[in-house]
T-cell receptor
Framework: EDQVTQSPEALRLQEGESSSLNCSYTVSGLRGLFWYRQDPGKGPEFLFTLYSAGEEKEKERLKATLTKKESFLHITAPKPEDSATYLCAVQAGGTALIFGKGTTLSVSS | KAGVTQTPRYLIKTRGQQVTLSCSPISGHRSVSWYQQTPGQGLQFLFEYFSETQRNKGNFPGRFSGRQFSNSRSEMNVSTLELGDSALYLC????????????FGQGTRLTVV
């Protein structure tokens, strides 16, 4: 069964304190791995798509990487506005996205 | 470029009633998917429509149904509402090519009392 697990469930950082979020997955035939950011009461906002092991993508303070079993979202020198829930999702044989439960990040100044 | 638009944003319904939610995808996107988000289960796939046809379906009871119109707008219907149907219902639109990213609307918050 296709499965996505994110860790930790919650993460509290001080402003400027870099860290990484983990997304491990088991799927048959990965077509894409997606990272989203979700603010309370809003829909998920697309961040990155990764397709193959070794691929990396960056956007401002965020960098996503992919291996054959997991993906990492690295946050460098975070700011309070980076506080949100970060969701990881995979797409395998079908068109449905299979989501992890998310990591809720809180950054304090 | 306008994003995905969902209406209404909030709904309160009584058990046993039915409800219809609406989604207008990004212009040019012909694939529309629906997801249910709850604190306990997270985001779960309901179904996907492409060119007015249901292309994929998640593991939800038949009370959950949908349709897509020729202009790619989609509606989702839930009949005989139960308390457990209270959730954020999200619509996402994407290119029909597998492996491309989906863009989500702001969601409809449904509360069943």
């Amino acid at each position: 069964e296709d499965q996505v697990t994110q860790s930790p469930e919650a993460l509290r950082l001080q402003e400027g304190e870099s860290s990484s979020l983990n997304c491990s997955y088991t799927v048959s035939g990965l077509r894409g791995l997606f990272w989203y950011r979700q603010d309370p009461g809003k829909g998920p906002e697309f961040l990155f798509t990764l397709y193959s092991a070794g691929e990396e993508k960056e956007k401002e303070r965020l960098k996503a990487t992919l291996t054959k079993k997991e993906s990492f979202l690295h946050i460098t020198a975070p700011k309070p506005e980076d506080s949100a829930t970060y969701l990881c999702a995979v797409q395998a044989g079908g068109t449905a996205l299979i989501f992890g439960k998310g990591t809720t990040l809180s950054v304090s100044s | 470029k306008a994003g995905v638009t969902q209406t209404p944003r909030y709904l309160i319904k009584t058990r046993g009633q039915q409800v219809t939610l609406s989604c207008s995808p990004i212009s040019g996107h012909r694939s529309v998917s629906w997801y249910q988000q709850t604190p306990g289960q997270g985001l779960q796939f309901l179904f996907e429509y492409f060119s007015e046809t249901q292309r994929n379906k998640g593991n939800f009871p038949g009370r959950f149904s949908g349709r897509q119109f020729s202009n790619s707008r989609s509606e989702m219907n839930v009949s005989t509402l139960e308390l457990g149907d209270s959730a954020l219902y999200l619509c996402a639109s994407s290119s029909p090519v597998r492996g491309t990213e989906a863009f989500f609307g702001q969601g409809t918050r449904l509360t069943v009392v």
